[in-house]
């Protein structure tokens, strides 16, 4: 067994109650679903990757600690526009004392806000935007369909921003994923900045809609993915709420119930970092039992709730798992 590093013994030795206690608790039960020969989904929902979450989560993946990723458009985005354009990013401090005028000055700046955090328009989307294009439409002239992380791959494997990288490479957890071919579900990716400028494109009939593959089939894709896995039993690790998490959980119940596979295995462990609080028809606040009655978990399926701010407690979970 690897010996635990200080951040680790630190966890263990002051992380006993609560919200701590309970970080501590799901770090442990997702190792032994990883010692047992289970495979772990992370989704990945809200900023992280403006957070720069990657600079941990791309040692998971390099680690094989995760397995599938479900994740929204703007953090498989946000990802590769944080490596190319790092520099120019403008940290507000004092976000909460903006006024609406100092808001509408940071957009005239070209400067998009993610609470403390600014993302600047033409150096992140518009260094992007360029190259996406040259292979959507490269796609579409040989008659060929992909996913939209699969053109993202295509874009970090080809070499073309690399004169542009401004962070370590191995901080983006985009590219440690594409060197691996990790799977990904990007559900309504439509929503995500590319997915405006595809559809923008499209309006335009520069583009044909059918040249990014969609929504049924990522949901397709997953359902294989799942079949294929689930004899090793799979874990499910929410990092935050909404579609991130609620389109990869479904593929269970969509398999037992819709498909009528009823040996069709439950999601082995469940965690959710949120700071949503239960509140009526709430999906991102809701206990982890009321999944319970959809199919999704089972009576016994370990499940672990953290109501905090995930951008502190996920590194702190992934150095658990890391043996830092």
Known sequence: MTEKGQISDFLETYYLHFNAATLVDAAKAYE?????????????????????????????IRKDKVHIISTTGANLEE????????????RVPNYRDLTPQDEWNLLEKGLNRVTDTCIPEEEAFRRIQGHMLKLWKAAEAKGERYLPHEYMYKLLLSGV????????IKDSWMYAAAEK?????????????????FASYVL???????TIKSGIEYMTFLADWY??????????????????????????PMLSQDMGRADTPFWSYFCQISDSTTSYG?????????KITWGKLDVNTPKFIIESDATIV?????????NM
């Open 32 to 60: 032994d679903q990883l010692n047992n020969g289970s495979k772990m989904l992370v989704s990945l929902a809200g900023a992280m990757s403006t957070a720069e979450l990657g600079k941990i989560f791309a040692e998971m």
């Open 79 to 90: 990802d590769i526009m944080n490596l190319v354009a790092h520099s120019h990013y403008k």
């Open 161 to 168: 921003l690399e004169k542009y990288y401004e962070i370590d």
């Open 181 to 197: 071919n990790l799977p990904i579900v990007c559900p309504g990716w439509e929503d995500s900045t590319m997915g405006n400028i």
């Open 204 to 210: 335009k009939e520069e583009l044909k809609v059918n």
């Open 227 to 252: 079949t294929n896995n689930a004899k090793d039993k799979i874990g499910f690790f929410q990092i935050g709420g909404g579609i991130a998490g609620d389109f990869p959980i479904c593929v269970v």
């Open 282 to 290: 709430s999906y991102s606040g809701a206990v982890p039992n009321e």
């Open 314 to 322: 996920v590194p702190l979970i992934f150095a658990y798992l890391l």
